[in-house]
């Protein structure tokens, strides 16, 4: 090439900046653009990962949706529709009229509440994730998030460090359900080129909403009856180890997980992730820290049989691997936090249940 005809490099790297600039101005129009679809938002999960969207995309490009009324720490923050996953038409018409560009589906029926009612559970578990995996193929939708679970697993999987691959033969409804949905995620991103991403959480804790009805739910229930009873009744034997994780480690890894850029996702099934795992008796001790005449009792009921269907702990490091999963919060520091959060909550929502 003829020299004189070349851009001299001050040029290139003015142009080379300018380039850059507009690279970053069109990603942020992009974010602004989005519009997402939150269904089952006024549940356990669904609160605290609405209000995070709301805070990173903006209040009205985040639509809430759920069968129940509006929760009250959404009300006032974005839009919000009364809205029932299993009806298609419906749900195909808010898509459409509010133009969604993403869809996080997080409503479901839990492990402890499916074996009541495992019909229901199955039912509502799978045609929930068909009706928006089919809506979000026919629309061209940019991302689906679905969680899974640790519930996938069963009595033969490894019971610590359970890997992301191995034998998983549940035995819950629940369980069953969520493995099922696994594959029909891999399915739509196999077949359709879906991008459909998915985390198996572990048990979830958290202040701001209650939890839903799922065996890990006592990991819950004992911050609060430790601050307003100073004495819990656990439906586990004080030895039953469990993968659990705090809510803002699970939101933040489910943000994570929808930003980063497609390439990097090896696993459209689901992806395994870990925070901690503890029996109630190591949280109890944790609890007497901070509460010392706090009191256990052990009465274990139906749920026992299904927390030793499920590992103790889990192997996380194809999430690490793939897009730099790592959790913030272990027992001590999620004990700190929630003591000190449920406390705010409850004096602000509940003042005279606290002791
Ligand atoms: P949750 O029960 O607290 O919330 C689910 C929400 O879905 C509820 O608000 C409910 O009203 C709503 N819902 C139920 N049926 C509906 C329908 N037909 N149409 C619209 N909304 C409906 O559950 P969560 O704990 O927030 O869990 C959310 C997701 O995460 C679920 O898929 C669950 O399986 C998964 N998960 C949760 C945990 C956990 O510890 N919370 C652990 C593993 C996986």
Redesign the pocket.
Known sequence: MDKSKRMPPACVAYFGLIFFNLLCLSKKLFMIKEKILV????????VELTLELRRIYGGSQVVA????EENELLKGTGPYVS????NKEMLHVQVIRQNITQIYL?????SATGEKNPNLAWH?NTQ?LLNVLEIARDEQIQKVY??????VFGPTSPKTNCPQQTIIEPITV?GIS?YAGEFWCNYYNHRYGLDVRSLR????ISYK??????T?DYAVEIFHDALTEKKYQCFLKEDTYLPMMYMSDAIRATIELMEVDASAISVRTSYNIAGMSFSPKEIGEEIKKHIPEFKIIYEPDYRQAIAESWPQSIDDSVANKDWGWKPAYNLEKMTTEMLKNMQQFLRKNNSNMIK
Do not use: H
Request: glycine letters at 16%.
């Open positions: 269904i089952g938002a006024c549940g356990q999960i669904g949706s759920d069968l129940r809205l029932d996953v299993m997080l409503a479901a029926i839990l509502l929930s679905w969680p899974s679970s640790i519930a629940y969520k959480y572990p048990g979830l909403s209650e939890p839903g009805g799922g890990t």
